[in-house]
């Protein structure tokens, strides 16, 4: 009898216990008539060229017409966080982003996209010299900040084994540190088939997949 009512009282407590639900993945926060910029290196370029061919229209398009579009990938073909962050008086990035906020002048979020490559030597504080310039020329500025998508099958050999955990790892860093700094989703993982023949940069099909990740978080 006894054993009886304990199995009942046990019954009842676990009914009273609702399973937690999933947290939703929030969204930023961004008015819609305010601008995104982004900084990066060519592959953010590429995904920015995704994210305007799936629909995308908060994020400044690549603008061809500025005439100091850097690379073969433009406009930061090259940007990796230590050229962000190298010779400020004087710095190609730092002037072509500053060409493009002049055209957005209402910008105040910014997607950073994280590049590397294997054989750069960085610490926190590099970044946080990028950081500072952003938050210089945007007061108030809110910081998205993401790695390059992972490559499933292969290795890039501007990045390295390992570029995809160091960058993210740098990603997770900012975010946990710096109050005006939040978490991009990672970018779905590009096959090899995705990749032209340097096995680092997009195929259209492979920027648009990224870019519409990158549509699913800043538009919808």
């Known amino acids: 009898m006894k054993r009886a009512a304990v199995l009942i009282l046990v019954f009842l407590l676990v009914g009273c216990v609702k399973t937690p639900e999933p947290i939703p993945n929030t969204p930023p926060v961004i008015s819609d008539d305010s601008a995104i910029g982004f900084i990066g290196c060519s592959n953010t370029g590429q995904t920015v060229n995704g ?3 799936a629909g995308g229209e908060r994020i400044w398009a690549v603008d061809k017409s500025v ?3 850097q690379g073969t990938y433009p406009p930061f073909g090259g940007g990796t ?3 962000w962050s190298e010779t400020l008086d004087n710095n190609i990035y730092w002037n072509i982003f500053d060409e493009y906020l002049a ?3 209402d910008t105040k979020t910014v997607w950073w996209q ?3 490559k294997q054989t750069d030597v960085f610490t926190y504080d590099t970044a946080h010299i990028v950081l500072e310039e952003l938050r210089e020329r945007i007061p108030g500025v809110t910081v998205y900040v993401s790695p390059l998508p992972p490559f499933t099958d292969h290795t890039c050999s501007i990045t390295g084994k390992n570029g995809f955990e160091r960058m993210n790892g740098l ?3 900012l975010a946990e540190k710096e109050d005006d700094v939040s978490l991009a989703p990672v ?13 680092c940069h997009m195929t259209p099909a492979g920027s648009k997949k990224v870019g519409t990740a990158l549509k699913e978080f800043f538009d919808d």
């Open 51 to 53: 994210y305007h061919a």
């Open 171 to 173: 990603a997770e860093e």
């Open 81 to 83: 966080v230590n050229k």
């Open 67 to 69: 005439a100091i579009n």
């Open 114 to 116: 994280l590049c590397i």
């Open 187 to 199: 970018l779905p993982g590009l096959v090899r088939s995705e990749n032209v023949q340097d096995g």
């Open 103 to 105: 055209l957005h002048p």
